[in-house]
């Protein structure tokens, strides 16, 4: 079982839509991080959390640490939201992050 | 400025040549990283500096040779690469090594023939 689990794989959806992609982890954590890959390659780093909820424009991420599981939501989606979106932890005091595989997002005009 | 500017964007290089990657920040971050990412895969961590010294080498083969010259830049020379070392290739830095934000680079995508 890996480490940092993502849902759903694959999510296509309409413009206008909300979407949700989840992430949950079975190990000891010092901070959650979302990210956005486009098809060309580059990361982007969207929010690093620790505790409770983080806003940015469309996007919004949360975190419970109790149930080790944190949700990304995009309001009102835009097909310039498509890309792969990806979680993944930070343990103890190296950035050494360790990913999940990935949601692929598309969303039709 | 919040770049992380990767020099090439694409190179294609054959297996006797020797090539560099070059990775570039302004934002005075203090550990930079070289991530390598195959297609639909994760990005893997090569090697992370930290105040321009080798902090974490992910038992990488010496045909990859990182270098960091000064707290703004980080290469990546490349000697007698292996077809199967093509991938993107990215950097990334955050301000120290640990629990804060990494910006990345856009990628070298290389391949070697």
Known sequence: KNEVEQ????????????????????????????????????IVSLFMLSSGKKKHGRLIA??????KHSSLHITASHPRDSAVYICAVTRGSNYQLIWGAGTKLIIKP | DTEVTQTPKHLVMGMTN?????CE?????RAMYWYKQKAKKPPEL???YSYEKLSINESVPSR?????????????????LQPEDSALYLCA????????????GQGTRLTVV
């Open chain 2, 64 to 80: 990859f040779s990182p270098e960091c010259p000064n707290s703004s830049l980080l290469n990546l020379h490349l000697h007698a």
């Open chain 2, 46 to 48: 090569m090697f992370v």
């Open chain 2, 93 to 104: 830095s955050s301000q120290e090594e640990g629990l804060t934000e990494a910006f990345f």
């Open chain 2, 25 to 29: 920040q302004h934002m005075g971050h």
């Open chain 2, 18 to 22: 020797k090539k560099s990657l070059k």
């Open chain 1, 62 to 67: 949360t975190i419970n640490i109790q149930e």
């Open chain 1, 7 to 42: 849902s759903p794989q694959n999510l296509t959806a309409q413009e206008g839509e909300f979407i949700t992609i989840n992430c949950s982890y079975s190990v000891g954590i010092s901070a959650l991080h979302w990210l956005q890959q486009h098809p060309g390659g580059g």
